[in-house]
């Protein structure tokens, strides 16, 4: 993303239509534009009820984000501030479109674009981003300091509140930022509050009366009761409300604050360990390794993934988990750690607000607790024929005859051990100081060597030799250039009558 003043993004949902989401996201952003003289945008996402924060400001529908599309590219910020509708109270105003079908022609990366550009406009931005979510609300929400969702007292909208938020966090949203708006909590029939928080397992942040004398006329003359009955009391509500919200500090975090520093980094990747072109030594197992001391982990991202390790550790009995497992019990296996991994992330990981960053971390982590760990998206990747693990920050992949840099790395070298005994042991193999070395194979038959100290002097090394799915034919070789189709006929001649045949040269030469 490029550099932005730090505006508030305040994203405002709900499980479903009808509870009042509209009118809230309104009447916030109305009472945050009194509370704080500010410059504040509402954005309205709502690709189902388009036009409803419209009606609700008794506003003529302005230029939509649809509209914007063909001219976004060159748009410059000062020339969007040209294009945002101003409501008589001085609330800018950008709906989506005028209707559902013209909303969903914008995507995701168009409202990047937008933010981009309004960004800079505004100290506070209210977004209501609709029932349920959708890919563009997602958009919005990873942008947020805080996500309001707004829900009532009854059974059904709680245990639909309560599906949409563990969606959400197992999209990776953090927790703190995830709070609930309790709509509508004077009413006789409402469950008590105490219900309430046992439903969702999180607090309320605001409780809001239900004045449907003031809100039902307020909607219905499109004149926001934030702004016409300020002596009100559901106005006073909501007045206490946003001044809380903004004294707390609760949408004080800019982005570039919450995002944690020294984690720019691609998965699996350590900033600072960029490794060096190897020197191949065509032997069966190993490029050239260069001799090194461990170093200490200052990395965030490493001590992160160690601590979050170290706990889930503490939590589950791994290794008792995982004897001879089926295939439903490995499943349920892998939901139980996934869930510990995530709840320990929100304890150990507070401060990773980017909930790309966060699931990279958790994948990495389940990975390390019940597969591989780095090796694991090396493994799945069929270009790649041979996996070369030098080091805890040397690993080198063969992909169509080159070896080059793989961006997996190990956290250290009790990591890379643990990963080679999680190899052996299945097949009744032992790796000790006793027996620093052994030949195995994967479940799908790739060959494995692994080398330990005080065999390997520069810590445990491991080759995995990976077979192709789709095995060459001699056809193949041929239309590859490896083979003339005089040589393939005398090598097929030669193992008909059952020749010896003698094959020599570097790795990978069979």
């Known amino acids: 993303m490029t550099d932005r003043p730090a505006a508030r993004v305040v994203a405002v949902g709900g499980a479903r239509d009808g509870l009042g989401k509209t009118v809230f996201a309104v009447n916030a952003a109305l009472c945050i534009l009194k509370e704080t003289r500010s410059r504040v945008l509402l954005l309205d996402l709502d690709m189902d009820g388009c036009g409803d924060a419209a009606a609700v400001l008794g506003?003529?529908?302005?230029?939509?984000?649809?509209?914007?599309?063909?001219?976004?590219?060159?748009?410059t910020t000062e020339a969007m501030s040209r294009q945002v509708g101003v409501h008589a109270s001085g609330l800018?105003?950008?709906?989506?479109?005028?209707?559902?079908?013209?909303?969903?022609?914008?995507?995701?990366?168009?409202?990047?674009?937008?933010?981009?550009?309004?960004?800079?406009l505004c100290d506070y931005v209210v977004a209501d981003c609709g029932a349920d979510v959708s890919p563009v609300a997602i958009r919005c929400m990873e942008r947020a300091a805080g996500l309001l969702f707004?829900?009532?007292?009854?059974?059904?909208?709680?245990?639909?509140?309560?599906?949409?938020?563990?969606?959400?966090?197992?999209?990776?949203?953090?927790?703190?930022?995830?709070?609930?708006?309790?709509?509508?909590?004077?009413v006789p029939s409402a469950i008590p509050l105490e219900i309430v928080t046992r439903t969702l397992q999180r607090p309320v942040l605001v409780s809001l009366p239900c004045e449907d004398a003031e809100v039902q006329p307020s909607v219905q003359q499109g004149r926001p009761f934030a702004i016409e009955q300020p002596r009100a009391r559901i106005t006073r509500a909501y007045d206490a409300f946003v001044r809380r919200l903004v004294e707390s500090g609760l949408l004080d975090t800019s982005e570039e604050d919450t995002r944690p520093r020294g984690l720019e980094v691609a998965p699996g990747r350590v900033r600072g360990h960029a490794p060096q072109p190897p020197r191949v030594r065509r032997s069966r197992a190993h490029p050239q390794r260069s001799r090194r001391r461990d170093r200490p982990d200052s990395d965030p991202r490493t001590t992160l993934k160690k601590a979050l390790h170290a706990r889930l550790v503490e939590r589950l009995?791994?290794?008792?988990?995982?004897?001879?497992p089926t295939e439903e019990q490995e499943e349920a296996l892998r939901r139980q750690v996934r869930d510990a991994v995530v709840r320990l992330?929100?304890?150990?990981?507070?401060g990773v607000t980017d909930r790309h960053e966060r699931e990279r971390i958790v994948q990495e982590v389940l990975d390390e607790a019940l597969g591989l760990g780095p090796l694991e998206d090396l493994l799945a990747?069929?270009?790649?024929?041979?996996?070369?693990?030098?080091?805890?920050?040397?690993?080198?992949?063969?992909?169509?005859?080159?070896?080059?840099?793989?961006?997996?790395?190990?956290?250290?070298?009790?990591?890379?051990l643990a990963v080679i005994e999680r190899i052996v042991q299945p097949i009744g193999r032992r790796i000790d100081e006793k027996s620093p070395m052994v030949d195995a194979r994967l479940p799908d038959g790739s060959r494995v060597n692994a080398v330990i100290p005080p065999l390997a002097i520069d810590g445990p090394s491991l080759t995995i030799r990976k077979f192709s799915r789709d095995p060459l034919e001699v056809e193949d070789l041929v239309r590859f250039?490896?083979?003339?189709?005089?040589m393939?006929?005398?090598?097929r001649a030669c193992v008909e009558a059952r020749l010896n045949i003698v094959i020599s040269g570097g790795t990978g030469s069979g």
Do not use: W
């Open 317 to 324: 009995d791994l290794k008792g988990l995982q004897r001879d």
């Open 59 to 75: 506003m003529e529908p302005p230029r939509t984000v649809a509209q914007l599309l063909p001219y976004l590219p060159g748009l």
């Open 92 to 120: 800018g105003f950008l709906p989506l479109g005028n209707d559902p079908d013209t909303a969903r022609t914008v995507d995701g990366p168009t409202l990047d674009r937008v933010l981009d550009l309004v960004l800079p």
């Open 481 to 486: 250039g490896s083979l003339t189709s005089e």
């Open 345 to 350: 992330m929100d304890e150990e990981g507070s």
């Open 150 to 186: 707004v829900a009532t007292p009854e059974v059904l909208v709680l245990r639909h509140t309560r599906r949409l938020v563990d969606r959400l966090l197992a999209l990776q949203f953090p927790t703190r930022l995830v709070q609930i708006v309790l709509n509508r909590t004077d």
């Open 381 to 416: 990747d069929d270009e790649i024929t041979e996996i070369m693990v030098n080091g805890r920050d040397q690993v080198y992949v063969e992909i169509k005859g080159r070896i080059v840099p793989a961006k997996a790395r190990f956290t250290d070298d009790a990591q890379l």
């Open 488 to 491: 393939a006929d005398l090598l």
